[in-house]
T-cell receptor, first 110, second 117 residues
Framework: NAGVTQTPKFQVLKTGQSMTLQCAQD?????MSWYRQDPGMGLRLIHY???????DQGEVPNGYNVSRSTTEDFPLRLLSAAPSQTSVYFC?????????FGPGTRLLVL | AQSVTQPDIHITVSEGASLELRCNYS??????LFWYVQSPGQGLQLLLK??????LVQGIKGFEAEFKRSQSSFNLRKPSVHWSDAAEYFC???????????????FGQGTILTVHP
């Protein structure tokens, strides 16, 4: 039982490049979300999904795209990376009265 | 809109001393409150949560927190700190999103705890 997995663990991008951060869960929960963590700012919600085919914006959605075609997967896309998107990204799955966080993806945009 | 404030960016305590980390929240309805801990380079671990009922909640690793509605606070406490408690601590408030789900967490800025031997 892997819980919440994220790939890659670390990525370096050049400004303007695109990439997809992967998040997968094996707990069969409907609600999934993406957060970014920056020093001194805690974690901020980027996008979330309440089930396959349903997504919505969080606090800081600009520059990010999401879709949810299956219960298991919730990828986060950066269409044109910017240095301001340098951060640590966490995927979370909401279960019974708690949230399970993935191990994180550390992204550096040069 | 919901918000969380952790007034202390950095706290230093001696090993064996007591600890209190402050958290103030703003939320329009009954809040769902959480404390998470994060060690350097690691993910988040849930320490404890408050949904309803007893306002003093017990968590893992000997931590407890008290919900005070009149003060909009949810402070984290530990009677005797161990060196392994050194980490960053985050308070969060969650929105009810239906069923048994509490998502859309809003986090505080975090408090870094340093423990002196």
């Amino acid at each position: 039982n892997a819980g919440v997995t994220q790939t890659p663990k670390f990525q370096v991008l050049k400004t303007g490049q695109s990439m997809t951060l992967q998040c997968a869960q094996d707990m069969n929960h409907e609600y999934m979300s993406w957060y970014r963590q920056d020093p001194g700012m805690g974690l901020r919600l980027i996008h979330y999904s309440v089930g396959a085919g349903i997504t919505d914006q969080g606090e800081v959605p600009n520059g990010y795209n999401v879709s949810r075609s299956t219960t298991e997967d919730f990828p986060l896309r950066l269409l044109s990376a910017a240095p301001s998107q340098t951060s640590v990204y966490f995927c979370a799955v909401t279960g019974w009265e708690t949230q399970y966080f993935g191990p994180g993806t550390r992204l550096l945009v040069l | 809109a919901q918000s969380v404030t952790q007034p202390d960016i950095h706290i230093t305590v001696s090993e064996g001393a007591s600890l209190e980390l402050r958290c103030n929240y703003s939320y329009g309805a009954t809040p769902y409150l959480f404390w998470y801990v994060q060690s350097p380079g690691q993910g988040l671990q849930l320490l404890l949560k408050y949904f309803s009922g007893d306002t003093l909640v017990q968590g893992i690793k000997g931590f407890e927190a008290e919900f005070k509605r009149s003060q909009s606070s949810f402070n984290l406490r530990k009677p005797s700190v161990h060196w392994s408690d050194a980490a960053e601590y985050f308070c969060a408030v969650g929105a009810y999103i239906g069923g048994t789900s509490y998502g859309k967490l809003t986090f505080g800025q975090g408090t870094i705890l340093t423990v002196h031997p």
